[in-house]
């Protein structure tokens, strides 16, 4: 059966765009397995290779056995996350499904915390005995004394287990590792987030893109990506801040290769700029924002001739990317970026640039930041009765006035350390490799050594999931239901993920296993009714949304959901104090911190040192994508980025390997030099999530180096509570 | 008989290697082999730079040095343009492989054929692209018919100026490139 991938990409684009979906018997899986005489089925889904959540659809066939196969995975045409394409890990997650090293039943430890010895045993055996030693550490010390950490669908099932026990210690790293002080900033600005499905920019439209470190290409999130590149088609012009030449610098009319920690400067001085020169927006600061002539004050002493030494950038470029942004304004972005977590003053950084957004009238505007989708879904719960007040207050926001619902993780760590208010005796870790996510590592074995019991739910046996006293294989994305999640980009859309096959080995969806243990727990209100399926039915009832279009389709729009920009019919509405974007902070004053950010200066590298600067590879999603073959064949170790006359003055070989050593005297395994003019003097880059050392992780063993070893020192942020972890400096250590 | 071509613009390629990971799950290409790969080339000084991404195939060459010195006759022209292998006839005796100007064969490791890129002619024949344009993410790679002058690939070639990667040898690829470098506007 024939049909052309060009008509496809073309209603795709329509259906992003929000306007009317043109219908095609192929968008229905069902039509077009029966197109092509019912050899295979496919399956719409959702895609957990990493977060976005991108539409799949998984082509499934009997194998020689008679047993189902997947087989192929492609991009769901109709979902604005996808496009029709997957990356790399997408494509690759028949890997991750068919992963030899893949935890296959549940498994309770019979040696010391940490040896690797474990013995297979029954659901049944598995789930009575965590049901038991949560029970005994709750008579002891109260439910709040059980934590959870978790990153991904299962972090859903789980926090409902949790806050139906009635603690609210649950914390994600995505928050105080990665964006959560960029979400707090925007709030504090805009009154929103700068993201919701997506980070909501207007790439394809824009004139001008400036990136602070963001490293589009490297970091892949497919959607976005494809919109880059797009921009960059269009003759976009793209500025690029970044100490490293990425591979989004490498498409840049302008590299600004500033020096790590000054970032701040460069911000406050093209502020100062634009004000000066009068190349802000008048019209649309008069109307949605306050605090301006504080501003105007406050950046005077940021002169671009100050900035160029502090920055170490030429003031020519400095001047010249300013009144770019100034000429092209709306049309223009400080991209909002992901991972800001960097120096431990990190809010200040992102307030700068969501300010200069504010500036240059983009938020609303065409080829700026686009405004959230109409269409709001209630929250479901599907009958279950509201959660018990927790018996103490959670610790997940610490002395952090501005740290998010999302928690922070490393103050969860720091109390099960110290006991302090009380004492934390149980961790769940539900998805996520907390050794490689957070920090000082150190500290989280020290933590791990404290408590009375540890469960992790898991696909792969990573290194903090083989220290766990029970361990519960949860089965992957292609394997399972998860949902209903609502999708907002430009417009608004419920998706979902259906298995594909059923749960290979023992293992168990993290819905189910989370339900089983609220049932275990007698907490039987809280547990799924029937099963995740029929549930997800209920909910789409709920939200007026055909199921059998959504289980055939695997997105559906909401009509007219779409409204980007600003009209006079569609005001944006900022859900600050003074319903105006707040240049000036009122949030912030009142808790006593600048109101307007400030420069602060960064510590530098002393002699014969470097910083640690670290990122993403497009083939990899942290260290979770390691040891899927597939992928691993694309990269199997990192290399450490030095720069070549840096590299030629320590007589130090491209291809040759060397250790690091830490300002802590912590000295890394021996790593492979990538000696480039790609990167500043003054700093080296290596990929983050390698060097895994998990034995049972039989690709991923020892291959590369783990960036967050070397990372012992953080700087905590004042207002958000993200950890800063670009303040580590390194030593070149020639004998490997 | 449509004349199928690939258009490479190299200026919008983001080295995402989702054109790579869709070709080895689309082929089964085994592991630690490729049909096809993308090439990073960093020219200059710090802070002077200037990088050419390349997606480099097999060109589907019409004078094919594979084609002409593969005793068998496996390695063979097809009226669509492209280049292909008969499996069956294929003995594994390498010649192909030290012909190719491009190094973009391979022995499979199992079967003992001569491998490359097929512009995944099965694909074709269900009217679809190969596996690496459709999944493209920087919409770099794109396919075609040469022979309709409506379609993508003719206007590409139009309308831009384009390159062989080389054209010294003489071997007429069917693999287009355009805007080696980012405009720097
Ligand atoms: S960006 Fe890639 S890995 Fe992430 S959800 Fe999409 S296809 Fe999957
Ligand atoms: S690129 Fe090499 S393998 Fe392909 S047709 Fe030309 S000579 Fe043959
Ligand atoms: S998928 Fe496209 S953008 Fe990504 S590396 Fe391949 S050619 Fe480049």
């Given at each position: 059966m024939a049909f052309s991938r060009r008509n496809f990409l073309k209603y795709a684009a329509m259906s992003a765009g929000g306007a009317a979906i043109v219908d095609t018997p192929f968008f229905s899986a069902r039509a077009r397995a029966e197109a092509e005489g019912g050899t295979a089925r496919y399956v719409p889904t959702s895609c957990e290779m990493c977060f976005w959540k991108c539409g799949v659809i998984a082509k499934v066939q009997k194998n020689k056995d008679g047993v189902d196969e997947v087989v192929k995975l492609e991009g769901n045409p109709l979902h604005p996350q996808s496009l029709g394409k997957l990356c790399a890990r997408g494509q690759a997650g028949i890997g991750q499904l068919y992963d030899p090293d893949r935890l296959k039943r549940p498994m309770i430890r019979t040696g010391e915390r940490g040896d690797g010895k474990y013995k297979e045993v029954s659901w049944e055996e598995a789930l009575s005995y965590t049901a038991e030693n949560l029970k005994k550490i709750i008579e002891k010390h109260g439910p709040h004394s059980i934590a959870m950490f978790s990153h991904g669908s299962p972090g859903d099932y789980f926090t409902n287990l949790l806050s139906a026990l009635g603690s609210g210690n649950i914390s994600f790293p995505s928050f105080s590792q990665c964006k959560g002080i960029r979400d707090a900033t925007w709030e504090l600005t805009f009154g929103h987030k700068p993201a919701t499905s997506c980070e909501r920019v207007d790439m394809r439209n824009s004139r001008v893109i400036v990136l602070f470190g963001t490293h589009l290409g490297e970091n892949m999130h497919n959607s976005q990506n494809q919109e880059f590149s797009q921009a960059v088609g269009n003759g976009a012009k793209i500025i690029c801040v970044d100490p490293r030449y990425s591979t989004a610098a490498s498409k840049a009319s302008m590299w600004l290769p500033i020096k790590p920690g000054t970032d701040t400067a460069l911000l406050l001085t093209w502020i100062n700029i634009l004000i000066s020169e009068d190349l802000y927006d008048k019209a649309y600061i008069e109307q949605y924002a306050t605090g301006f002539d504080q501003l105007k004050e406050a950046v005077k002493e940021y002169t671009p001739e100050w900035c160029a030494k502090e920055t170490d950038l030429p003031e020519a470029n400095i001047v010249e990317a300013a009144r770019e942004l100034g000429r092209y304004a709306p049309s223009v972005m400080i991209h909002p970026g992901r991972h800001v977590s960097w120096y431990g003053n990190d809010t200040q950084r992102v307030r700068a640039m969501a300010i200069i957004n504010a500036l240059l009238g983009s938020w609303g505007r065409k080829g700026g930041l686009y405004l959230p989708p109409k269409g709001k879904f209630p929250s479901y719960n599907d009958g279950a009765p509201e959660y018990p007040i927790p018996d103490e207050d959670p610790v997940i926001k610490g002395n952090y006035p501005f740290a998010g619902g999302e928690g922070l993780t490393q103050v969860v760590r720091d109390v099960t350390i110290t006991s302090d208010p009380y004492p934390i005796k149980a961790w769940i870790i539900a998805g996520t490799d907390l050794l490689k996510a957070l920090p000082a590592p150190a500290r989280t074995r020290e933590a791990i050594s404290k408590l009375d019991f540890m469960i992790a739910v898991d696909i792969m046996p990573a290194e903090t999931v083989m220290m766990a006293d029970v361990i519960l294989p949860e089965c992957t994305y292609l394997e399972r239901h998860d949902g209903l999640f609502k999708i907002e980009t430009r417009e608004s859309g419920v998706s979902l993920r259906q298995p594909a096959i059923e749960p290979m080995y023992d293992t168990k969806p993290a819905w189910w296993i989370a339900s089983e243990l609220c049932k275990k727990m007698g907490l039987d209100d809280y547990a799924v009714k029937d099963s995740w399926e029929e549930r997800m039915k209920r909910q789409a009832k709920a939200w007026n949304v055909s199921w059998e279009t959504l289980a055939d389709k695997g997105y559906v729009s909401i009509p007219d959901s779409a409204a980007p920009y600003i009209t006079p019919e569609n005001q944006p509405v900022f859900?600050?104090?003074?319903?105006?974007?707040?240049?000036?902070?009122?949030?912030?004053?009142?808790?006593?911190?600048?109101?307007?950010?400030?420069?602060?200066?960064?510590?530098?590298?002393?002699?014969?040192?470097?910083?640690?600067?670290?990122g993403r590879s497009p083939v990899h999603t942290f260290?979770?994508?390691?040891?899927?073959?597939?992928?691993?064949?694309l990269m199997k170790e990192n290399e450490l980025w030095l720069n070549k006359k840096e590299a030629d003055r320590l007589g130090v070989k491209h291809g040759q390997r060397v250790r690091l050593e830490n300002q802590d005297k912590v000295v890394s395994a021996p790593m492979l030099v990538k000696a480039t003019e790609r990167i500043r003097r003054d700093c080296v880059y290596m990929v983050h999530g390698f060097g895994h050392n998990?034995?049972?992780?039989?690709?991923?063993?020892?291959s590369g180096v783990d960036d967050q070893e070397l990372i012992t020192h953080y700087k905590v942020d004042p207002i958000c509570g993200g950890t800063g972890m670009r303040v580590n400096f390194v030593k070149i250590i020639k004998e490997a | 008989m449509p004349r199928y071509v690939m258009v490479i613009d190299q200026s919008r390629c983001i080295g995402c290697m989702a054109c790579v990971a869709a070709c080895k799950r689309e082929n089964n290409v085994p592991m630690e082999h490729f049909r096809t790969r993308v090439v990073e080339m960093v020219r200059g000084e710090f802070p002077q730079l200037r990088t050419e991404m390349r997606s480099e195939l097999c060109n589907h060459c019409d004078h094919a040095p594979c084609v002409s010195i593969c005793p068998t006759g496996a390695s063979h022209k097809q009226k669509d343009g492209t280049v292909q292998?008969?499996?069956?006839?294929?003995?594994?005796?390498?010649?192909?492989i030290a012909a190719c100007p491009y190094d973009v064969r391979y022995i499979h490791p199992e079967h003992g054929w001569a491998d490359k890129c097929s512009f995944c002619q099965h694909r074709l024949k269900e009217g679809k692209e190969p596996a690496c344009v459709a999944t493209c993410i920087g919409r770099s790679r794109m396919f075609g018919d040469l022979d309709d002058p409506n379609s993508e690939v003719s206007h590409l070639l139009r309308e831009n100026s384009w390159r062989v990667l080389k054209p010294e040898v003489g071997t007429q690829p069917h693999v287009y490139y355009i805007n080696q470098f980012p405009r720097k506007s």
């Open positions: 859900k600050t104090p003074s319903g105006k974007i707040e240049l000036y902070s009122s949030k912030l004053e009142e808790k006593h911190f600048d109101p307007i950010p400030k420069y602060e200066p960064t510590e530098q590298p002393g002699e014969g040192m470097y910083r640690l600067v670290y260290s979770r994508t390691i040891n899927t073959p597939f992928l691993w064949e998990s034995p049972r992780l039989s690709k991923a063993h020892h | 292998i008969n499996r069956k006839k294929c003995v594994g005796c390498k010649a192909c």
